[in-house]
């Protein structure tokens, strides 16, 4: 068993697993060992984890996530839900009055839903397993709710899926630990700084995207001649995708009863 500082020094994001199946004891002490070891708002623990293991169901969760191959690799999928229904249920049960059906309720249960799945994941990666994160659940976050039967305020956060490692890959580049840490208050950073925290991040990426021939042709074909602008670019984070989708977002919290139905969530004309 890895100590917590070795589990963080070894992380990678695992895209290429072996056939191996995780022995549900495993699962069971690593889930066990999250929950209770996670800190909780008001110990309400405003989250739930639905694991996909059956391979007719990790094949619809495949497609509802872009069809990334390593979602039927992996033997385990998790998904984890900002989750309140159990709640609301339980203040229902004992003649209390309803609450957190709302956007702040919303917020808190996002929050402890992603500090649950970081504790899940050094859990697995602390024994030798290796795990991905799946930003794509955002993405499909209604499809997903469907797909896996979620009630009322109850919506997907995040996804990751658990395996033993078929790779090593290179450990992704970060911004000087100085980018993030801010003594007091937030010190804006000047033109200079910025250059220099982002020059090892940009050689690196950019390097990285250039030897892959897929993602070099993209670059050439959209005339994409840093990091930045493939960030901002048609093939990866488009804002004229995040707006809207932003929207969708607002509307399937909503739908989902965190937010009040006579809300307007028309974008406003400039």
């Known amino acids: 068993m890895q100590t917590v500082a070795q ?30 070891g996670t800190s909780s708002s008001g110990n309400l623990n405003s989250y739930s984890m639905v694991l996909t ?13 872009g069809e990334q191959e390593f979602i039927l690799q992996a033997p385990l999928v998790i998904t984890f839900c900002a989750d309140w229904y159990r709640t609301r249920q339980w203040l229902k049960l004992r003649g209390a009055r309803d609450n957190f059906n709302n956007f702040l309720g919303y917020q808190v249960a996002a929050n402890e839903t992603m500090l649950i799945s970081q504790s899940v994941t050094l859990g697995f990666e602390a024994r030798g397993y290796g795990i991905c994160y799946m930003g794509s659940t955002l993405h499909a976050m209604q499809e997903i709710a469907e797909q896996l039967g979620l009630p009322e305020t109850c919506l997907p956060i995040t996804t990751i899926v658990v395996g033993v490692p078929d790779e090593r890959p290179e450990r992704r580049e970060r911004l000087p630990t100085r980018s993030f840490v801010h003594d007091e208050t937030y010190q804006k950073p000047n033109t200079s700084e910025l250059e220099d925290m982002y020059q090892a991040r940009e050689e690196s990426g950019w390097e990285r995207y250039m030897a892959v021939p897929r993602l070099k042709a993209m670059c050439d074909e959209g005339g994409i001649t840093s990091l930045a602008q493939m960030y ?30 006579k809300l307007s969530l028309t974008q406003t004309e400039e």
Request: proline residues 10%; glycine residues 2%.
């Open 53 to 65: 293991r059956d391979p007719v169901r990790k094949r619809q969760m495949y497609k509802l996530h």
């Open 7 to 36: 589990t963080l020094r070894e992380h990678r994001s695992i895209r290429q697993f072996k056939p191996d199946e995780i022995p549900q004891s495993i699962i069971d002490e690593v889930l066990h060992e999250a929950v209770t």
């Open 232 to 261: 901002t670019s048609p093939y990866k984070y488009d804002p004229d995708h995040y707006v809207p989708k932003s929207l969708q977002i607002l509307e399937v919290l909503q739908q989902r009863g965190f937010l009040p139905s």
